[in-house]
């Protein structure tokens, strides 16, 4: 079984400023890898996910990710976040055989001070 | 195109009642979910559908009754609902070669229990 541990609950920036949210995830086996973003009374928008290749993923909006197998981490990243970045951002993995079960982390409330 | 639509968008619903959720996509998905959502809460799953048969049910109750009739519409109904179920509720969809099972979120119907 897999988990999934985004390491904080809430991150606060300020406009123009760089930010980095962190995941880490647990599994026995290879996974796939994606982070969503759910803005206020919305659905899931997949920012970016990994699958294979390239450990550097690059999103919408100006996010990247990078995936990290000896440190089973795929923390996200932008260079400078703006106010419309508010939302929850959820980190989730699946095992590459059997990938319609999605395992999400609790969740990481990004607000963007100006 | 990845959209998911889902209707209605807010429901509000006594506990004897009897509602249905909507889902619809047209990307050619042969997968489609349904979640649960809990505020401030990563989505549980609920129920998975695969080339319009029910392949995973999460343990969810027989209030919660889920039909595909066909590979491009979802749908949930409810039936003597309790307040807890008060949620929003997501359905997804996605491909399910190998891969290509990145799964794509609708906007939610948020359900409100009295």
């Known amino acids: 079984a897999q988990s999934v541990t985004q390491l904080d609950s809430q991150v606060p920036v300020f406009e123009e400023a760089p930010v980095e949210l962190r995941c880490n995830y647990s599994s026995s086996v290879s996974v796939y890898l994606f982070w969503y973003v759910q803005y206020p009374n919305q659905g899931l928008q997949l920012l970016l996910k990994y699958l294979s290749g390239s450990t550097l993923v690059k999103g919408i909006n100006g996010f990247e990710a990078e995936f990290n197998k000896s440190q089973t981490s795929f923390h996200l990243r932008k260079p400078s976040v703006h106010i419309s970045d508010t939302a929850e951002y959820f980190c989730a993995v699946s095992e590459i055989w059997g990938a319609q079960k999605l395992v999400f982390g609790q969740g990481t409330r990004l607000t963007i001070n100006p | 195109d990845t959209e998911v639509t889902q209707t209605p968008k807010h429901l509000v619903m006594g506990m004897t009642n009897k509602k249905s959720l909507k889902c619809e996509q047209h990307m050619g998905h042969r997968a489609m979910y349904w979640y649960k959502q809990k505020a401030k809460k990563p989505p549980e799953l609920m129920f998975v559908y695969s080339y319009e048969k029910l392949s995973i049910n999460e343990s969810v109750p027989s209030r919660f009754s889920p039909e595909c009739p066909n590979s491009s519409l979802l749908n949930l109904h409810l039936h003597a609902l309790q307040p807890e179920d008060s949620a929003l509720y997501l359905c997804?969809?996605?491909?399910?070669?190998?891969?290509?099972?990145?799964?794509?979120f609708g906007p939610g119907t948020r359900l409100l229990v009295l």
């Open positions: 997804a969809s996605s491909q399910v070669t190998s891969g290509q099972e990145t799964q794509y």
